[in-house]
C-alpha cells in the first residue's frame, strides 16, 4: 500500500498542480502540505477526504488513512521484529509477571527500564515480556541493539538510533532530517497515534536514547542496559538479578540436555560457582554439548579462583569480555576503587570500610560508589554495604586490581587494616569496659556504626567473619603489629560466643607476626589466649603447653602484669585436669596481686577459679565465700552471670537444692539482660540437675531440652553442670 504523502504528491503533479494551488483548494497551508507530503507531519481524514475532491481521486486517498486518522498498518497488521525469546527461557516467571503487567498498565510511564549486570538475561527477560503482550500493540513491535555494550562495536548515536527507528517506520532516506532534533521531531511525529512496543536493547546512557522517548503516545519502549540510567526521571526500573539456585540448575539441564550432569549435588556446585549468572551457566552447559569434560572436572575447574573466568569462555562468549566492556568505559577514579574493592576480604564491605580502603571522604566516595553502582558493577545496599557479585570479585582482582600501583595497593590495604582494628577497638571499649587491650596507637574511630554495648556486640556478630579475613589479610601485607593487636581484641567476643575455630584460628596467624617481629611480651599473650582456647574447647593438655610457653615468654621479657595473668590461666587448666590443690594455691597468688593492682575484673575471675576448686575438694564453706565475693565484685552483666551460676553450682553440690535453683533462675535472667546464650543454657542446665537430684526426671527432661535448644556447646569436660547432666541423663 502506497505513502499517502507520496501518493499526495504523485497524483498532485500528475495534474499539474503545485502546491500552493493545491493550499488554496483545501484550506491548509502550503508548508504542513509540504510536510505531509514528506512524511514529516500526521494525516487526519478530513484533509484526506479534501485532497481526494481537490484531485479527484475517487477515495483512492482517503482509503490510505484508517478511521483513527493514522496511516493505514501494512496488511500483516503491523511490523513483528521482536526476536525469539530462546528455546531455554527458564525461570523469571514472577519478573516476567511483574514487567508484562507494567506494560500493559495505562496509568504506568510510557518507558520502563530492565538493568542489571552483564550475562544477568535482561534482553531475553524483555523480549519474553514483549512477546507475551505483543497482541495488544496491534501497530507494531520492533527491537533495536544500540550497541552500547558490544565488544568490538562502536555504540549508535542517538542520530544512529534515530535515523534506523524512522526507516522501519516506512519513512523512505530522502526524507530523513540532516540534523538530530529533526529526527526526534519526526519520531514523535511518527509514534503519536500508534500503539507500538519497541524493544531498545543494549543502552549505554540515556543520552543514547533521550530523544526516542516519545511524549504523547500509547506505545511502550522498553529499554535494557546494564546501567541504571537514573537519569531517565519519567521511567520506571525493573531490576534484575541472578536466577534463584533452582532456576539456574534448570536452565543447565535444559541447555545441557543429555549432556548435563545425573548427580545433582554437583550440578548444584556448577551453578553456584557460575554464581547463579544465566551467561556464565549457559557457556558451561556449552561446554557439556561440546564434550571432553566430566562433570567433576569441571567443577574442580570452577572451583579454583584461578581458574573459573577462564573456564566460563566458549570462545564466542565469555563473561570476562562481558566485564571488560563495563569496565573499560569507566574514568581511571571508579576503575581504581573497583580494583582496591578485590582487596577487601568479604564478599560486603560497610561504607566506612570502602572510604578507608579508598582513602576518600564520605562525599567523594559515595559518589563514585553510586556510579558503579549504577552501572551495576557493585551493589549498594540501604545498610549501607557495598557488595560484589563473586564473579565480579574475580574480575576486579584479576582486571582492575593490577591496574593500581602496588604502593597504592599497600596504602589501602594498611588503611582498612587500621580502620578494622580501631573500630574493633571502639566495640570492645563497649562491651567490656574493663578488660586491658594493648596499646595500638590508633585515633580513636569516629563514626561507628553502635552508641552502645549491645549495638557493639551486634556489629561484632556481623563483622567477626570479615574481621578474622583481616588478620589473616594483615599478616600476608607485613602489617605485623596490627595482626596480633586485631586478634588479641577480638579474642573477648570469641571467648563470650564460644567462637573457638575463629579464636585459635586468628591467634595462630598472630603468633606468626609477633615471631616475625620478636615481641615476646605479645608473643606470650598471643600464647596465653591460644591456652584458654583450647581450656574453652575442652583439650586442657595443649591449653597447660601453651600456658607453660607464655609464661617463659612473659619472663625473658621481663612482663610481670603477662606473668600473673599466664599463671592465672595455667591455674585454670589444672583445674580442669583435675589438679585442684594446684589450682587452690596458684589462683590464691593470684588473687593477691589482682587486689593489689585493682584489677577488679581479674578479682572477680580469680574468686570464681577458687570456688571451683574448693567445690571440688568439698571446701563448700569456703567455696560459697568466694562465689559471694565475686558476685558482689563483678561489674559487667555477663561477670554477674557467670558469677551467680558458679554460686549456684556451689550451692548445688553442697546439696542446697532450694537455694541452688533460686540462684540458677536468677542466672538465668541475668544471662538474658547479658545476651549470653552460653551462661543462659548453663543456668538451664543447672535448674535440670536440681530437679534431677530431687527426683523429678520429667522436671530435669524438659530443662535440659530447653537448655539444648540454644546455639551452644556445654562441655562437660570443662563444665560441672554439663558433667552432673550427662551422668544423670543415663542413671
Given at each position: 500500500m502506497p505513502d499517502f504523502g507520496a501518493e499526495l504528491k504523485r497524483r498532485r503533479t500528475s495534474v499539474g498542480m503545485s502546491l500552493t494551488g493545491l493550499a488554496a483548494a483545501v484550506h491548509f497551508t502550503k508548508g504542513y502540505l509540504s510536510k505531509v507530503e514528506n512524511g514529516k507531519a500526521r494525516v487526519n481524514r478530513e484533509l484526506a477526504k479534501a485532497c481526494d475532491v481537490a484531485l479527484g481521486a475517487d477515495g483512492a486517498l482517503l482509503s490510505l488513512v484508517t478511521e483513527a486518522g493514522t496511516p493505514a498498518r501494512r496488511s500483516a497488521g503491523g511490523i513483528a521484529g521482536l526476536p525469539h525469546a530462546g528455546r531455554y527461557f527458564v525461570g523469571r516467571e514472577t519478573e516476567l509477571d511483574a514487567l508484562s503487567a507494567r506494560l500493559l498498565d495505562p496509568d504506568d510511564a510510557r518507558v520502563g527500564v530492565v538493568h542489571g549486570m552483564a550475562g544477568a538475561g535482561k534482553t531475553a527477560l524483555a523480549v519474553a515480556a514483549a512477546r507475551r503482550v505483543e497482541r495488544s500493540f496491534p501497530d507494531g513491535c520492533l527491537f533495536f541493539d544500540l550497541r552500547g555494550h558490544?565488544?568490538?562495536?562502536?555504540?549508535?548515536?542517538?542520530?544512529?538510533?534515530?535515523?534506523?527507528?524512522?526507516?522501519?517506520?516506512?519513512?523512505?532516506?530522502?526524507?530523513?532530517?540532516?540534523?538530530?532534533?529533526?529526527?526526534?521531531?519526526?519520531?514523535?511525529?511518527?509514534?503519536?497515534?500508534?500503539?507500538?512496543?519497541?524493544?531498545?536493547?543494549?543502552?549505554?546512557?540515556?543520552?543514547?536514547?533521550?530523544?526516542?522517548?516519545?511524549?504523547?503516545?500509547?506505545?511502550?519502549?522498553?529499554?535494557?542496559?546494564?546501567?541504571?540510567?537514573?537519569?531517565?526521571?519519567?521511567?520506571?526500573?525493573?531490576?534484575?538479578?541472578?536466577?534463584?539456585?533452582?532456576?539456574?540448575?534448570?536452565?543447565?539441564?535444559?541447555?545441557?540436555?543429555?549432556?548435563?550432569?545425573?548427580?545433582?549435588?554437583?550440578?548444584?556446585?556448577?551453578?553456584?560457582?557460575?554464581?547463579?549468572?544465566?551467561?556464565?551457566?549457559?557457556?558451561?552447559?556449552?561446554?557439556?554439548?561440546?564434550?571432553?569434560?566430566?562433570?567433576?572436572?569441571?567443577?574442580?575447574?570452577?572451583?579454583?579462583?584461578?581458574?573459573?573466568?577462564?573456564?566460563?569462555?566458549?570462545?564466542?562468549?565469555?563473561?570476562?569480555?562481558?566485564?571488560?566492556?563495563?569496565?573499560?568505559?569507566?574514568?581511571?577514579?571508579?576503575?581504581?576503587?573497583?580494583?582496591?574493592?578485590?582487596?577487601?576480604?568479604?564478599?560486603?564491605?560497610?561504607?566506612?570500610?570502602?572510604?578507608?580502603?579508598?582513602?576518600?571522604?564520605?562525599?567523594?566516595?559515595?559518589?563514585?560508589?553510586?556510579?558503579?553502582?549504577?552501572?551495576?558493577?557493585?551493589?549498594?545496599?540501604?545498610?549501607?554495604?557495598?557488595?560484589?557479585?563473586?564473579?565480579?570479585?574475580?574480575?576486579?582482582?584479576?582486571?582492575?586490581?593490577?591496574?593500581?600501583?602496588?604502593?597504592?595497593?599497600?596504602?589501602?590495604?594498611?588503611?582498612?587494616?587500621?580502620?578494622?582494628?580501631?573500630?574493633?577497638?571502639?566495640?570492645?571499649?563497649?562491651?567490656?569496659?574493663?578488660?586491658?587491650?594493648?596499646?595500638?596507637?590508633?585515633?580513636?574511630?569516629?563514626?561507628?556504626?553502635?552508641?552502645?554495648?549491645?549495638?557493639?556486640?551486634?556489629?561484632?556478630?556481623?563483622?567477626?567473619?570479615?574481621?578474622?579475613?583481616?588478620?589473616?589479610?594483615?599478616?600476608?601485607?607485613?602489617?605485623?603489629?596490627?595482626?596480633?593487636?586485631?586478634?588479641?581484641?577480638?579474642?573477648?567476643?570469641?571467648?563470650?560466643?564460644?567462637?573457638?575455630?575463629?579464636?585459635?584460628?586468628?591467634?595462630?596467624?598472630?603468633?606468626?607476626?609477633?615471631?616475625?617481629?620478636?615481641?615476646?611480651?605479645?608473643?606470650?599473650?598471643?600464647?596465653?589466649?591460644?591456652?584458654?582456647?583450647?581450656?574453652?574447647?575442652?583439650?586442657?593438655?595443649?591449653?597447660?603447653?601453651?600456658?607453660?610457653?607464655?609464661?617463659?615468654?612473659?619472663?625473658?621479657?621481663?612482663?610481670?602484669?603477662?606473668?600473673?595473668?599466664?599463671?592465672?590461666?595455667?591455674?585454670?587448666?589444672?583445674?580442669?585436669?583435675g589438679e585442684a590443690e594446684a589450682t587452690l594455691t596458684d589462683l590464691t597468688t593470684v588473687l593477691a596481686v589482682y587486689r593489689r593492682t585493682g584489677r577488679t575484673r581479674n578479682v572477680v575471675i580469680a574468686l570464681r577459679g577458687i570456688a571451683l576448686a574448693s567445690t571440688v575438694l568439698g571446701r563448700f564453706p569456703a567455696a560459697l565465700a568466694s562465689a559471694q565475693e565475686a558476685v558482689q565484685l563483678a561489674q559487667l552483666p555477663v561477670d554477674r552471670a557467670m558469677s551467680v551460676n558458679c554460686e549456684a553450682w556451689v550451692r548445688f553440690r553442697a546439696a542446697q537444692w532450694a537455694d541452688a535453683e533460686s540462684g540458677y533462675r536468677r542466672a538465668a535472667e541475668l544471662a538474658d539482660d547479658a545476651g549470653s546464650e552460653y551462661e543462659r543454657a548453663r543456668a538451664l542446665t543447672g535448674l535440670g540437675n536440681t530437679a534431677a537430684a530431687r527426683g523429678d526426671r520429667q522436671g530435669a527432661a524438659r530443662r535440659w531440652t530447653e537448655a539444648a535448644a540454644y546455639r551452644v556447646t556445654l562441655d562437660p569436660r570443662v563444665l560441672g553442670e554439663a558433667e552432673y547432666r550427662d551422668r544423670a541423663a543415663v542413671a
Open positions: 558490544t565488544p568490538g562495536a562502536a555504540e549508535l548515536s542517538a542520530g544512529e538510533a534515530l535515523g534506523r527507528l524512522l526507516r522501519l517506520l516506512d519513512v523512505s532516506a530522502d526524507q530523513l532530517p540532516a540534523d538530530e532534533d529533526g529526527l526526534a521531531n519526526l519520531v514523535r511525529d511518527q509514534l503519536r497515534g500508534r500503539r507500538m512496543i519497541l524493544v531498545l536493547d543494549n543502552v549505554r546512557s540515556a543520552e543514547q536514547i533521550r530523544a526516542i522517548v516519545p511524549g504523547e503516545t500509547s506505545s511502550r519502549i522498553l529499554v535494557t542496559s546494564r546501567g541504571r540510567l537514573p537519569a531517565l526521571d519519567d521511567a520506571w526500573h525493573f531490576p534484575v538479578d541472578v536466577l534463584p539456585l533452582p532456576d539456574a540448575v534448570r536452565l543447565l539441564r535444559s541447555v545441557a540436555g543429555s549432556h548435563a550432569p545425573d548427580d545433582e549435588g554437583v550440578a548444584t556446585e556448577i551453578v553456584r560457582h557460575c554464581g547463579q549468572l544465566p551467561l556464565a551457566v549457559r557457556i558451561v552447559a556449552a561446554r557439556f554439548v561440546a564434550g571432553g569434560w566430566t562433570a567433576a572436572r569441571l567443577r574442580d575447574r570452577l572451583a579454583d579462583e584461578t581458574t573459573r573466568l577462564g573456564t566460563l569462555d566458549d570462545g564466542e562468549r565469555s563473561v570476562a569480555t562481558a566485564f571488560t566492556v563495563s569496565y573499560e568505559s569507566l574514568p581511571g577514579d571508579q576503575r581504581r576503587l573497583l580494583g582496591l574493592l578485590a582487596l577487601h576480604p568479604a564478599t560486603a564491605a560497610e561504607i566506612a570500610a570502602v572510604e578507608a580502603l579508598a582513602g576518600l571522604g564520605p562525599g567523594e566516595a559515595d559518589r563514585l560508589v553510586d556510579r558503579l553502582h549504577d552501572a551495576h558493577l557493585v551493589v549498594r545496599d540501604e545498610r549501607g554495604y557495598v557488595e560484589l557479585h563473586d564473579l565480579m570479585r574475580m574480575f576486579a582482582s584479576t582486571h582492575a586490581l593490577p591496574g593500581v600501583e602496588p604502593e597504592d595497593r599497600s596504602s589501602a590495604m594498611g588503611r582498612l587494616v587500621d580502620h578494622a582494628l580501631a573500630t574493633t577497638v571502639a566495640a570492645d571499649e563497649l562491651a567490656e569496659p574493663y578488660r586491658f587491650r594493648p596499646p595500638t596507637g590508633l585515633p580513636a574511630a569516629s563514626g561507628v556504626p553502635f552508641t552502645d554495648a549491645d549495638g557493639a556486640l551486634t556489629w561484632l556478630a556481623a563483622q567477626w567473619p570479615t574481621l578474622v579475613e583481616i588478620v589473616d589479610s594483615a599478616f600476608r601485607h607485613g602489617f605485623h603489629d596490627r595482626c596480633w593487636q586485631l586478634a588479641f581484641v577480638l579474642r573477648a567476643f570469641f571467648f563470650r560466643e564460644k567462637l573457638f575455630e575463629p579464636w585459635i584460628r586468628t591467634h595462630e596467624r598472630a603468633l606468626e607476626a609477633t615471631r616475625a617481629i620478636g615481641d615476646l611480651s605479645a608473643t606470650g599473650m598471643i600464647l596465653n589466649n591460644l591456652g584458654m582456647a583450647h581450656v574453652e574447647s575442652g583439650r586442657v593438655d595443649e591449653a597447660i603447653g601453651f600456658h607453660e610457653r607464655a609464661q617463659e615468654c612473659f619472663a625473658q621479657a621481663r612482663d610481670d602484669r603477662g606473668a600473673i595473668d599466664a599463671l592465672s590461666s595455667l591455674a585454670w587448666a589444672r583445674l580442669y585436669r
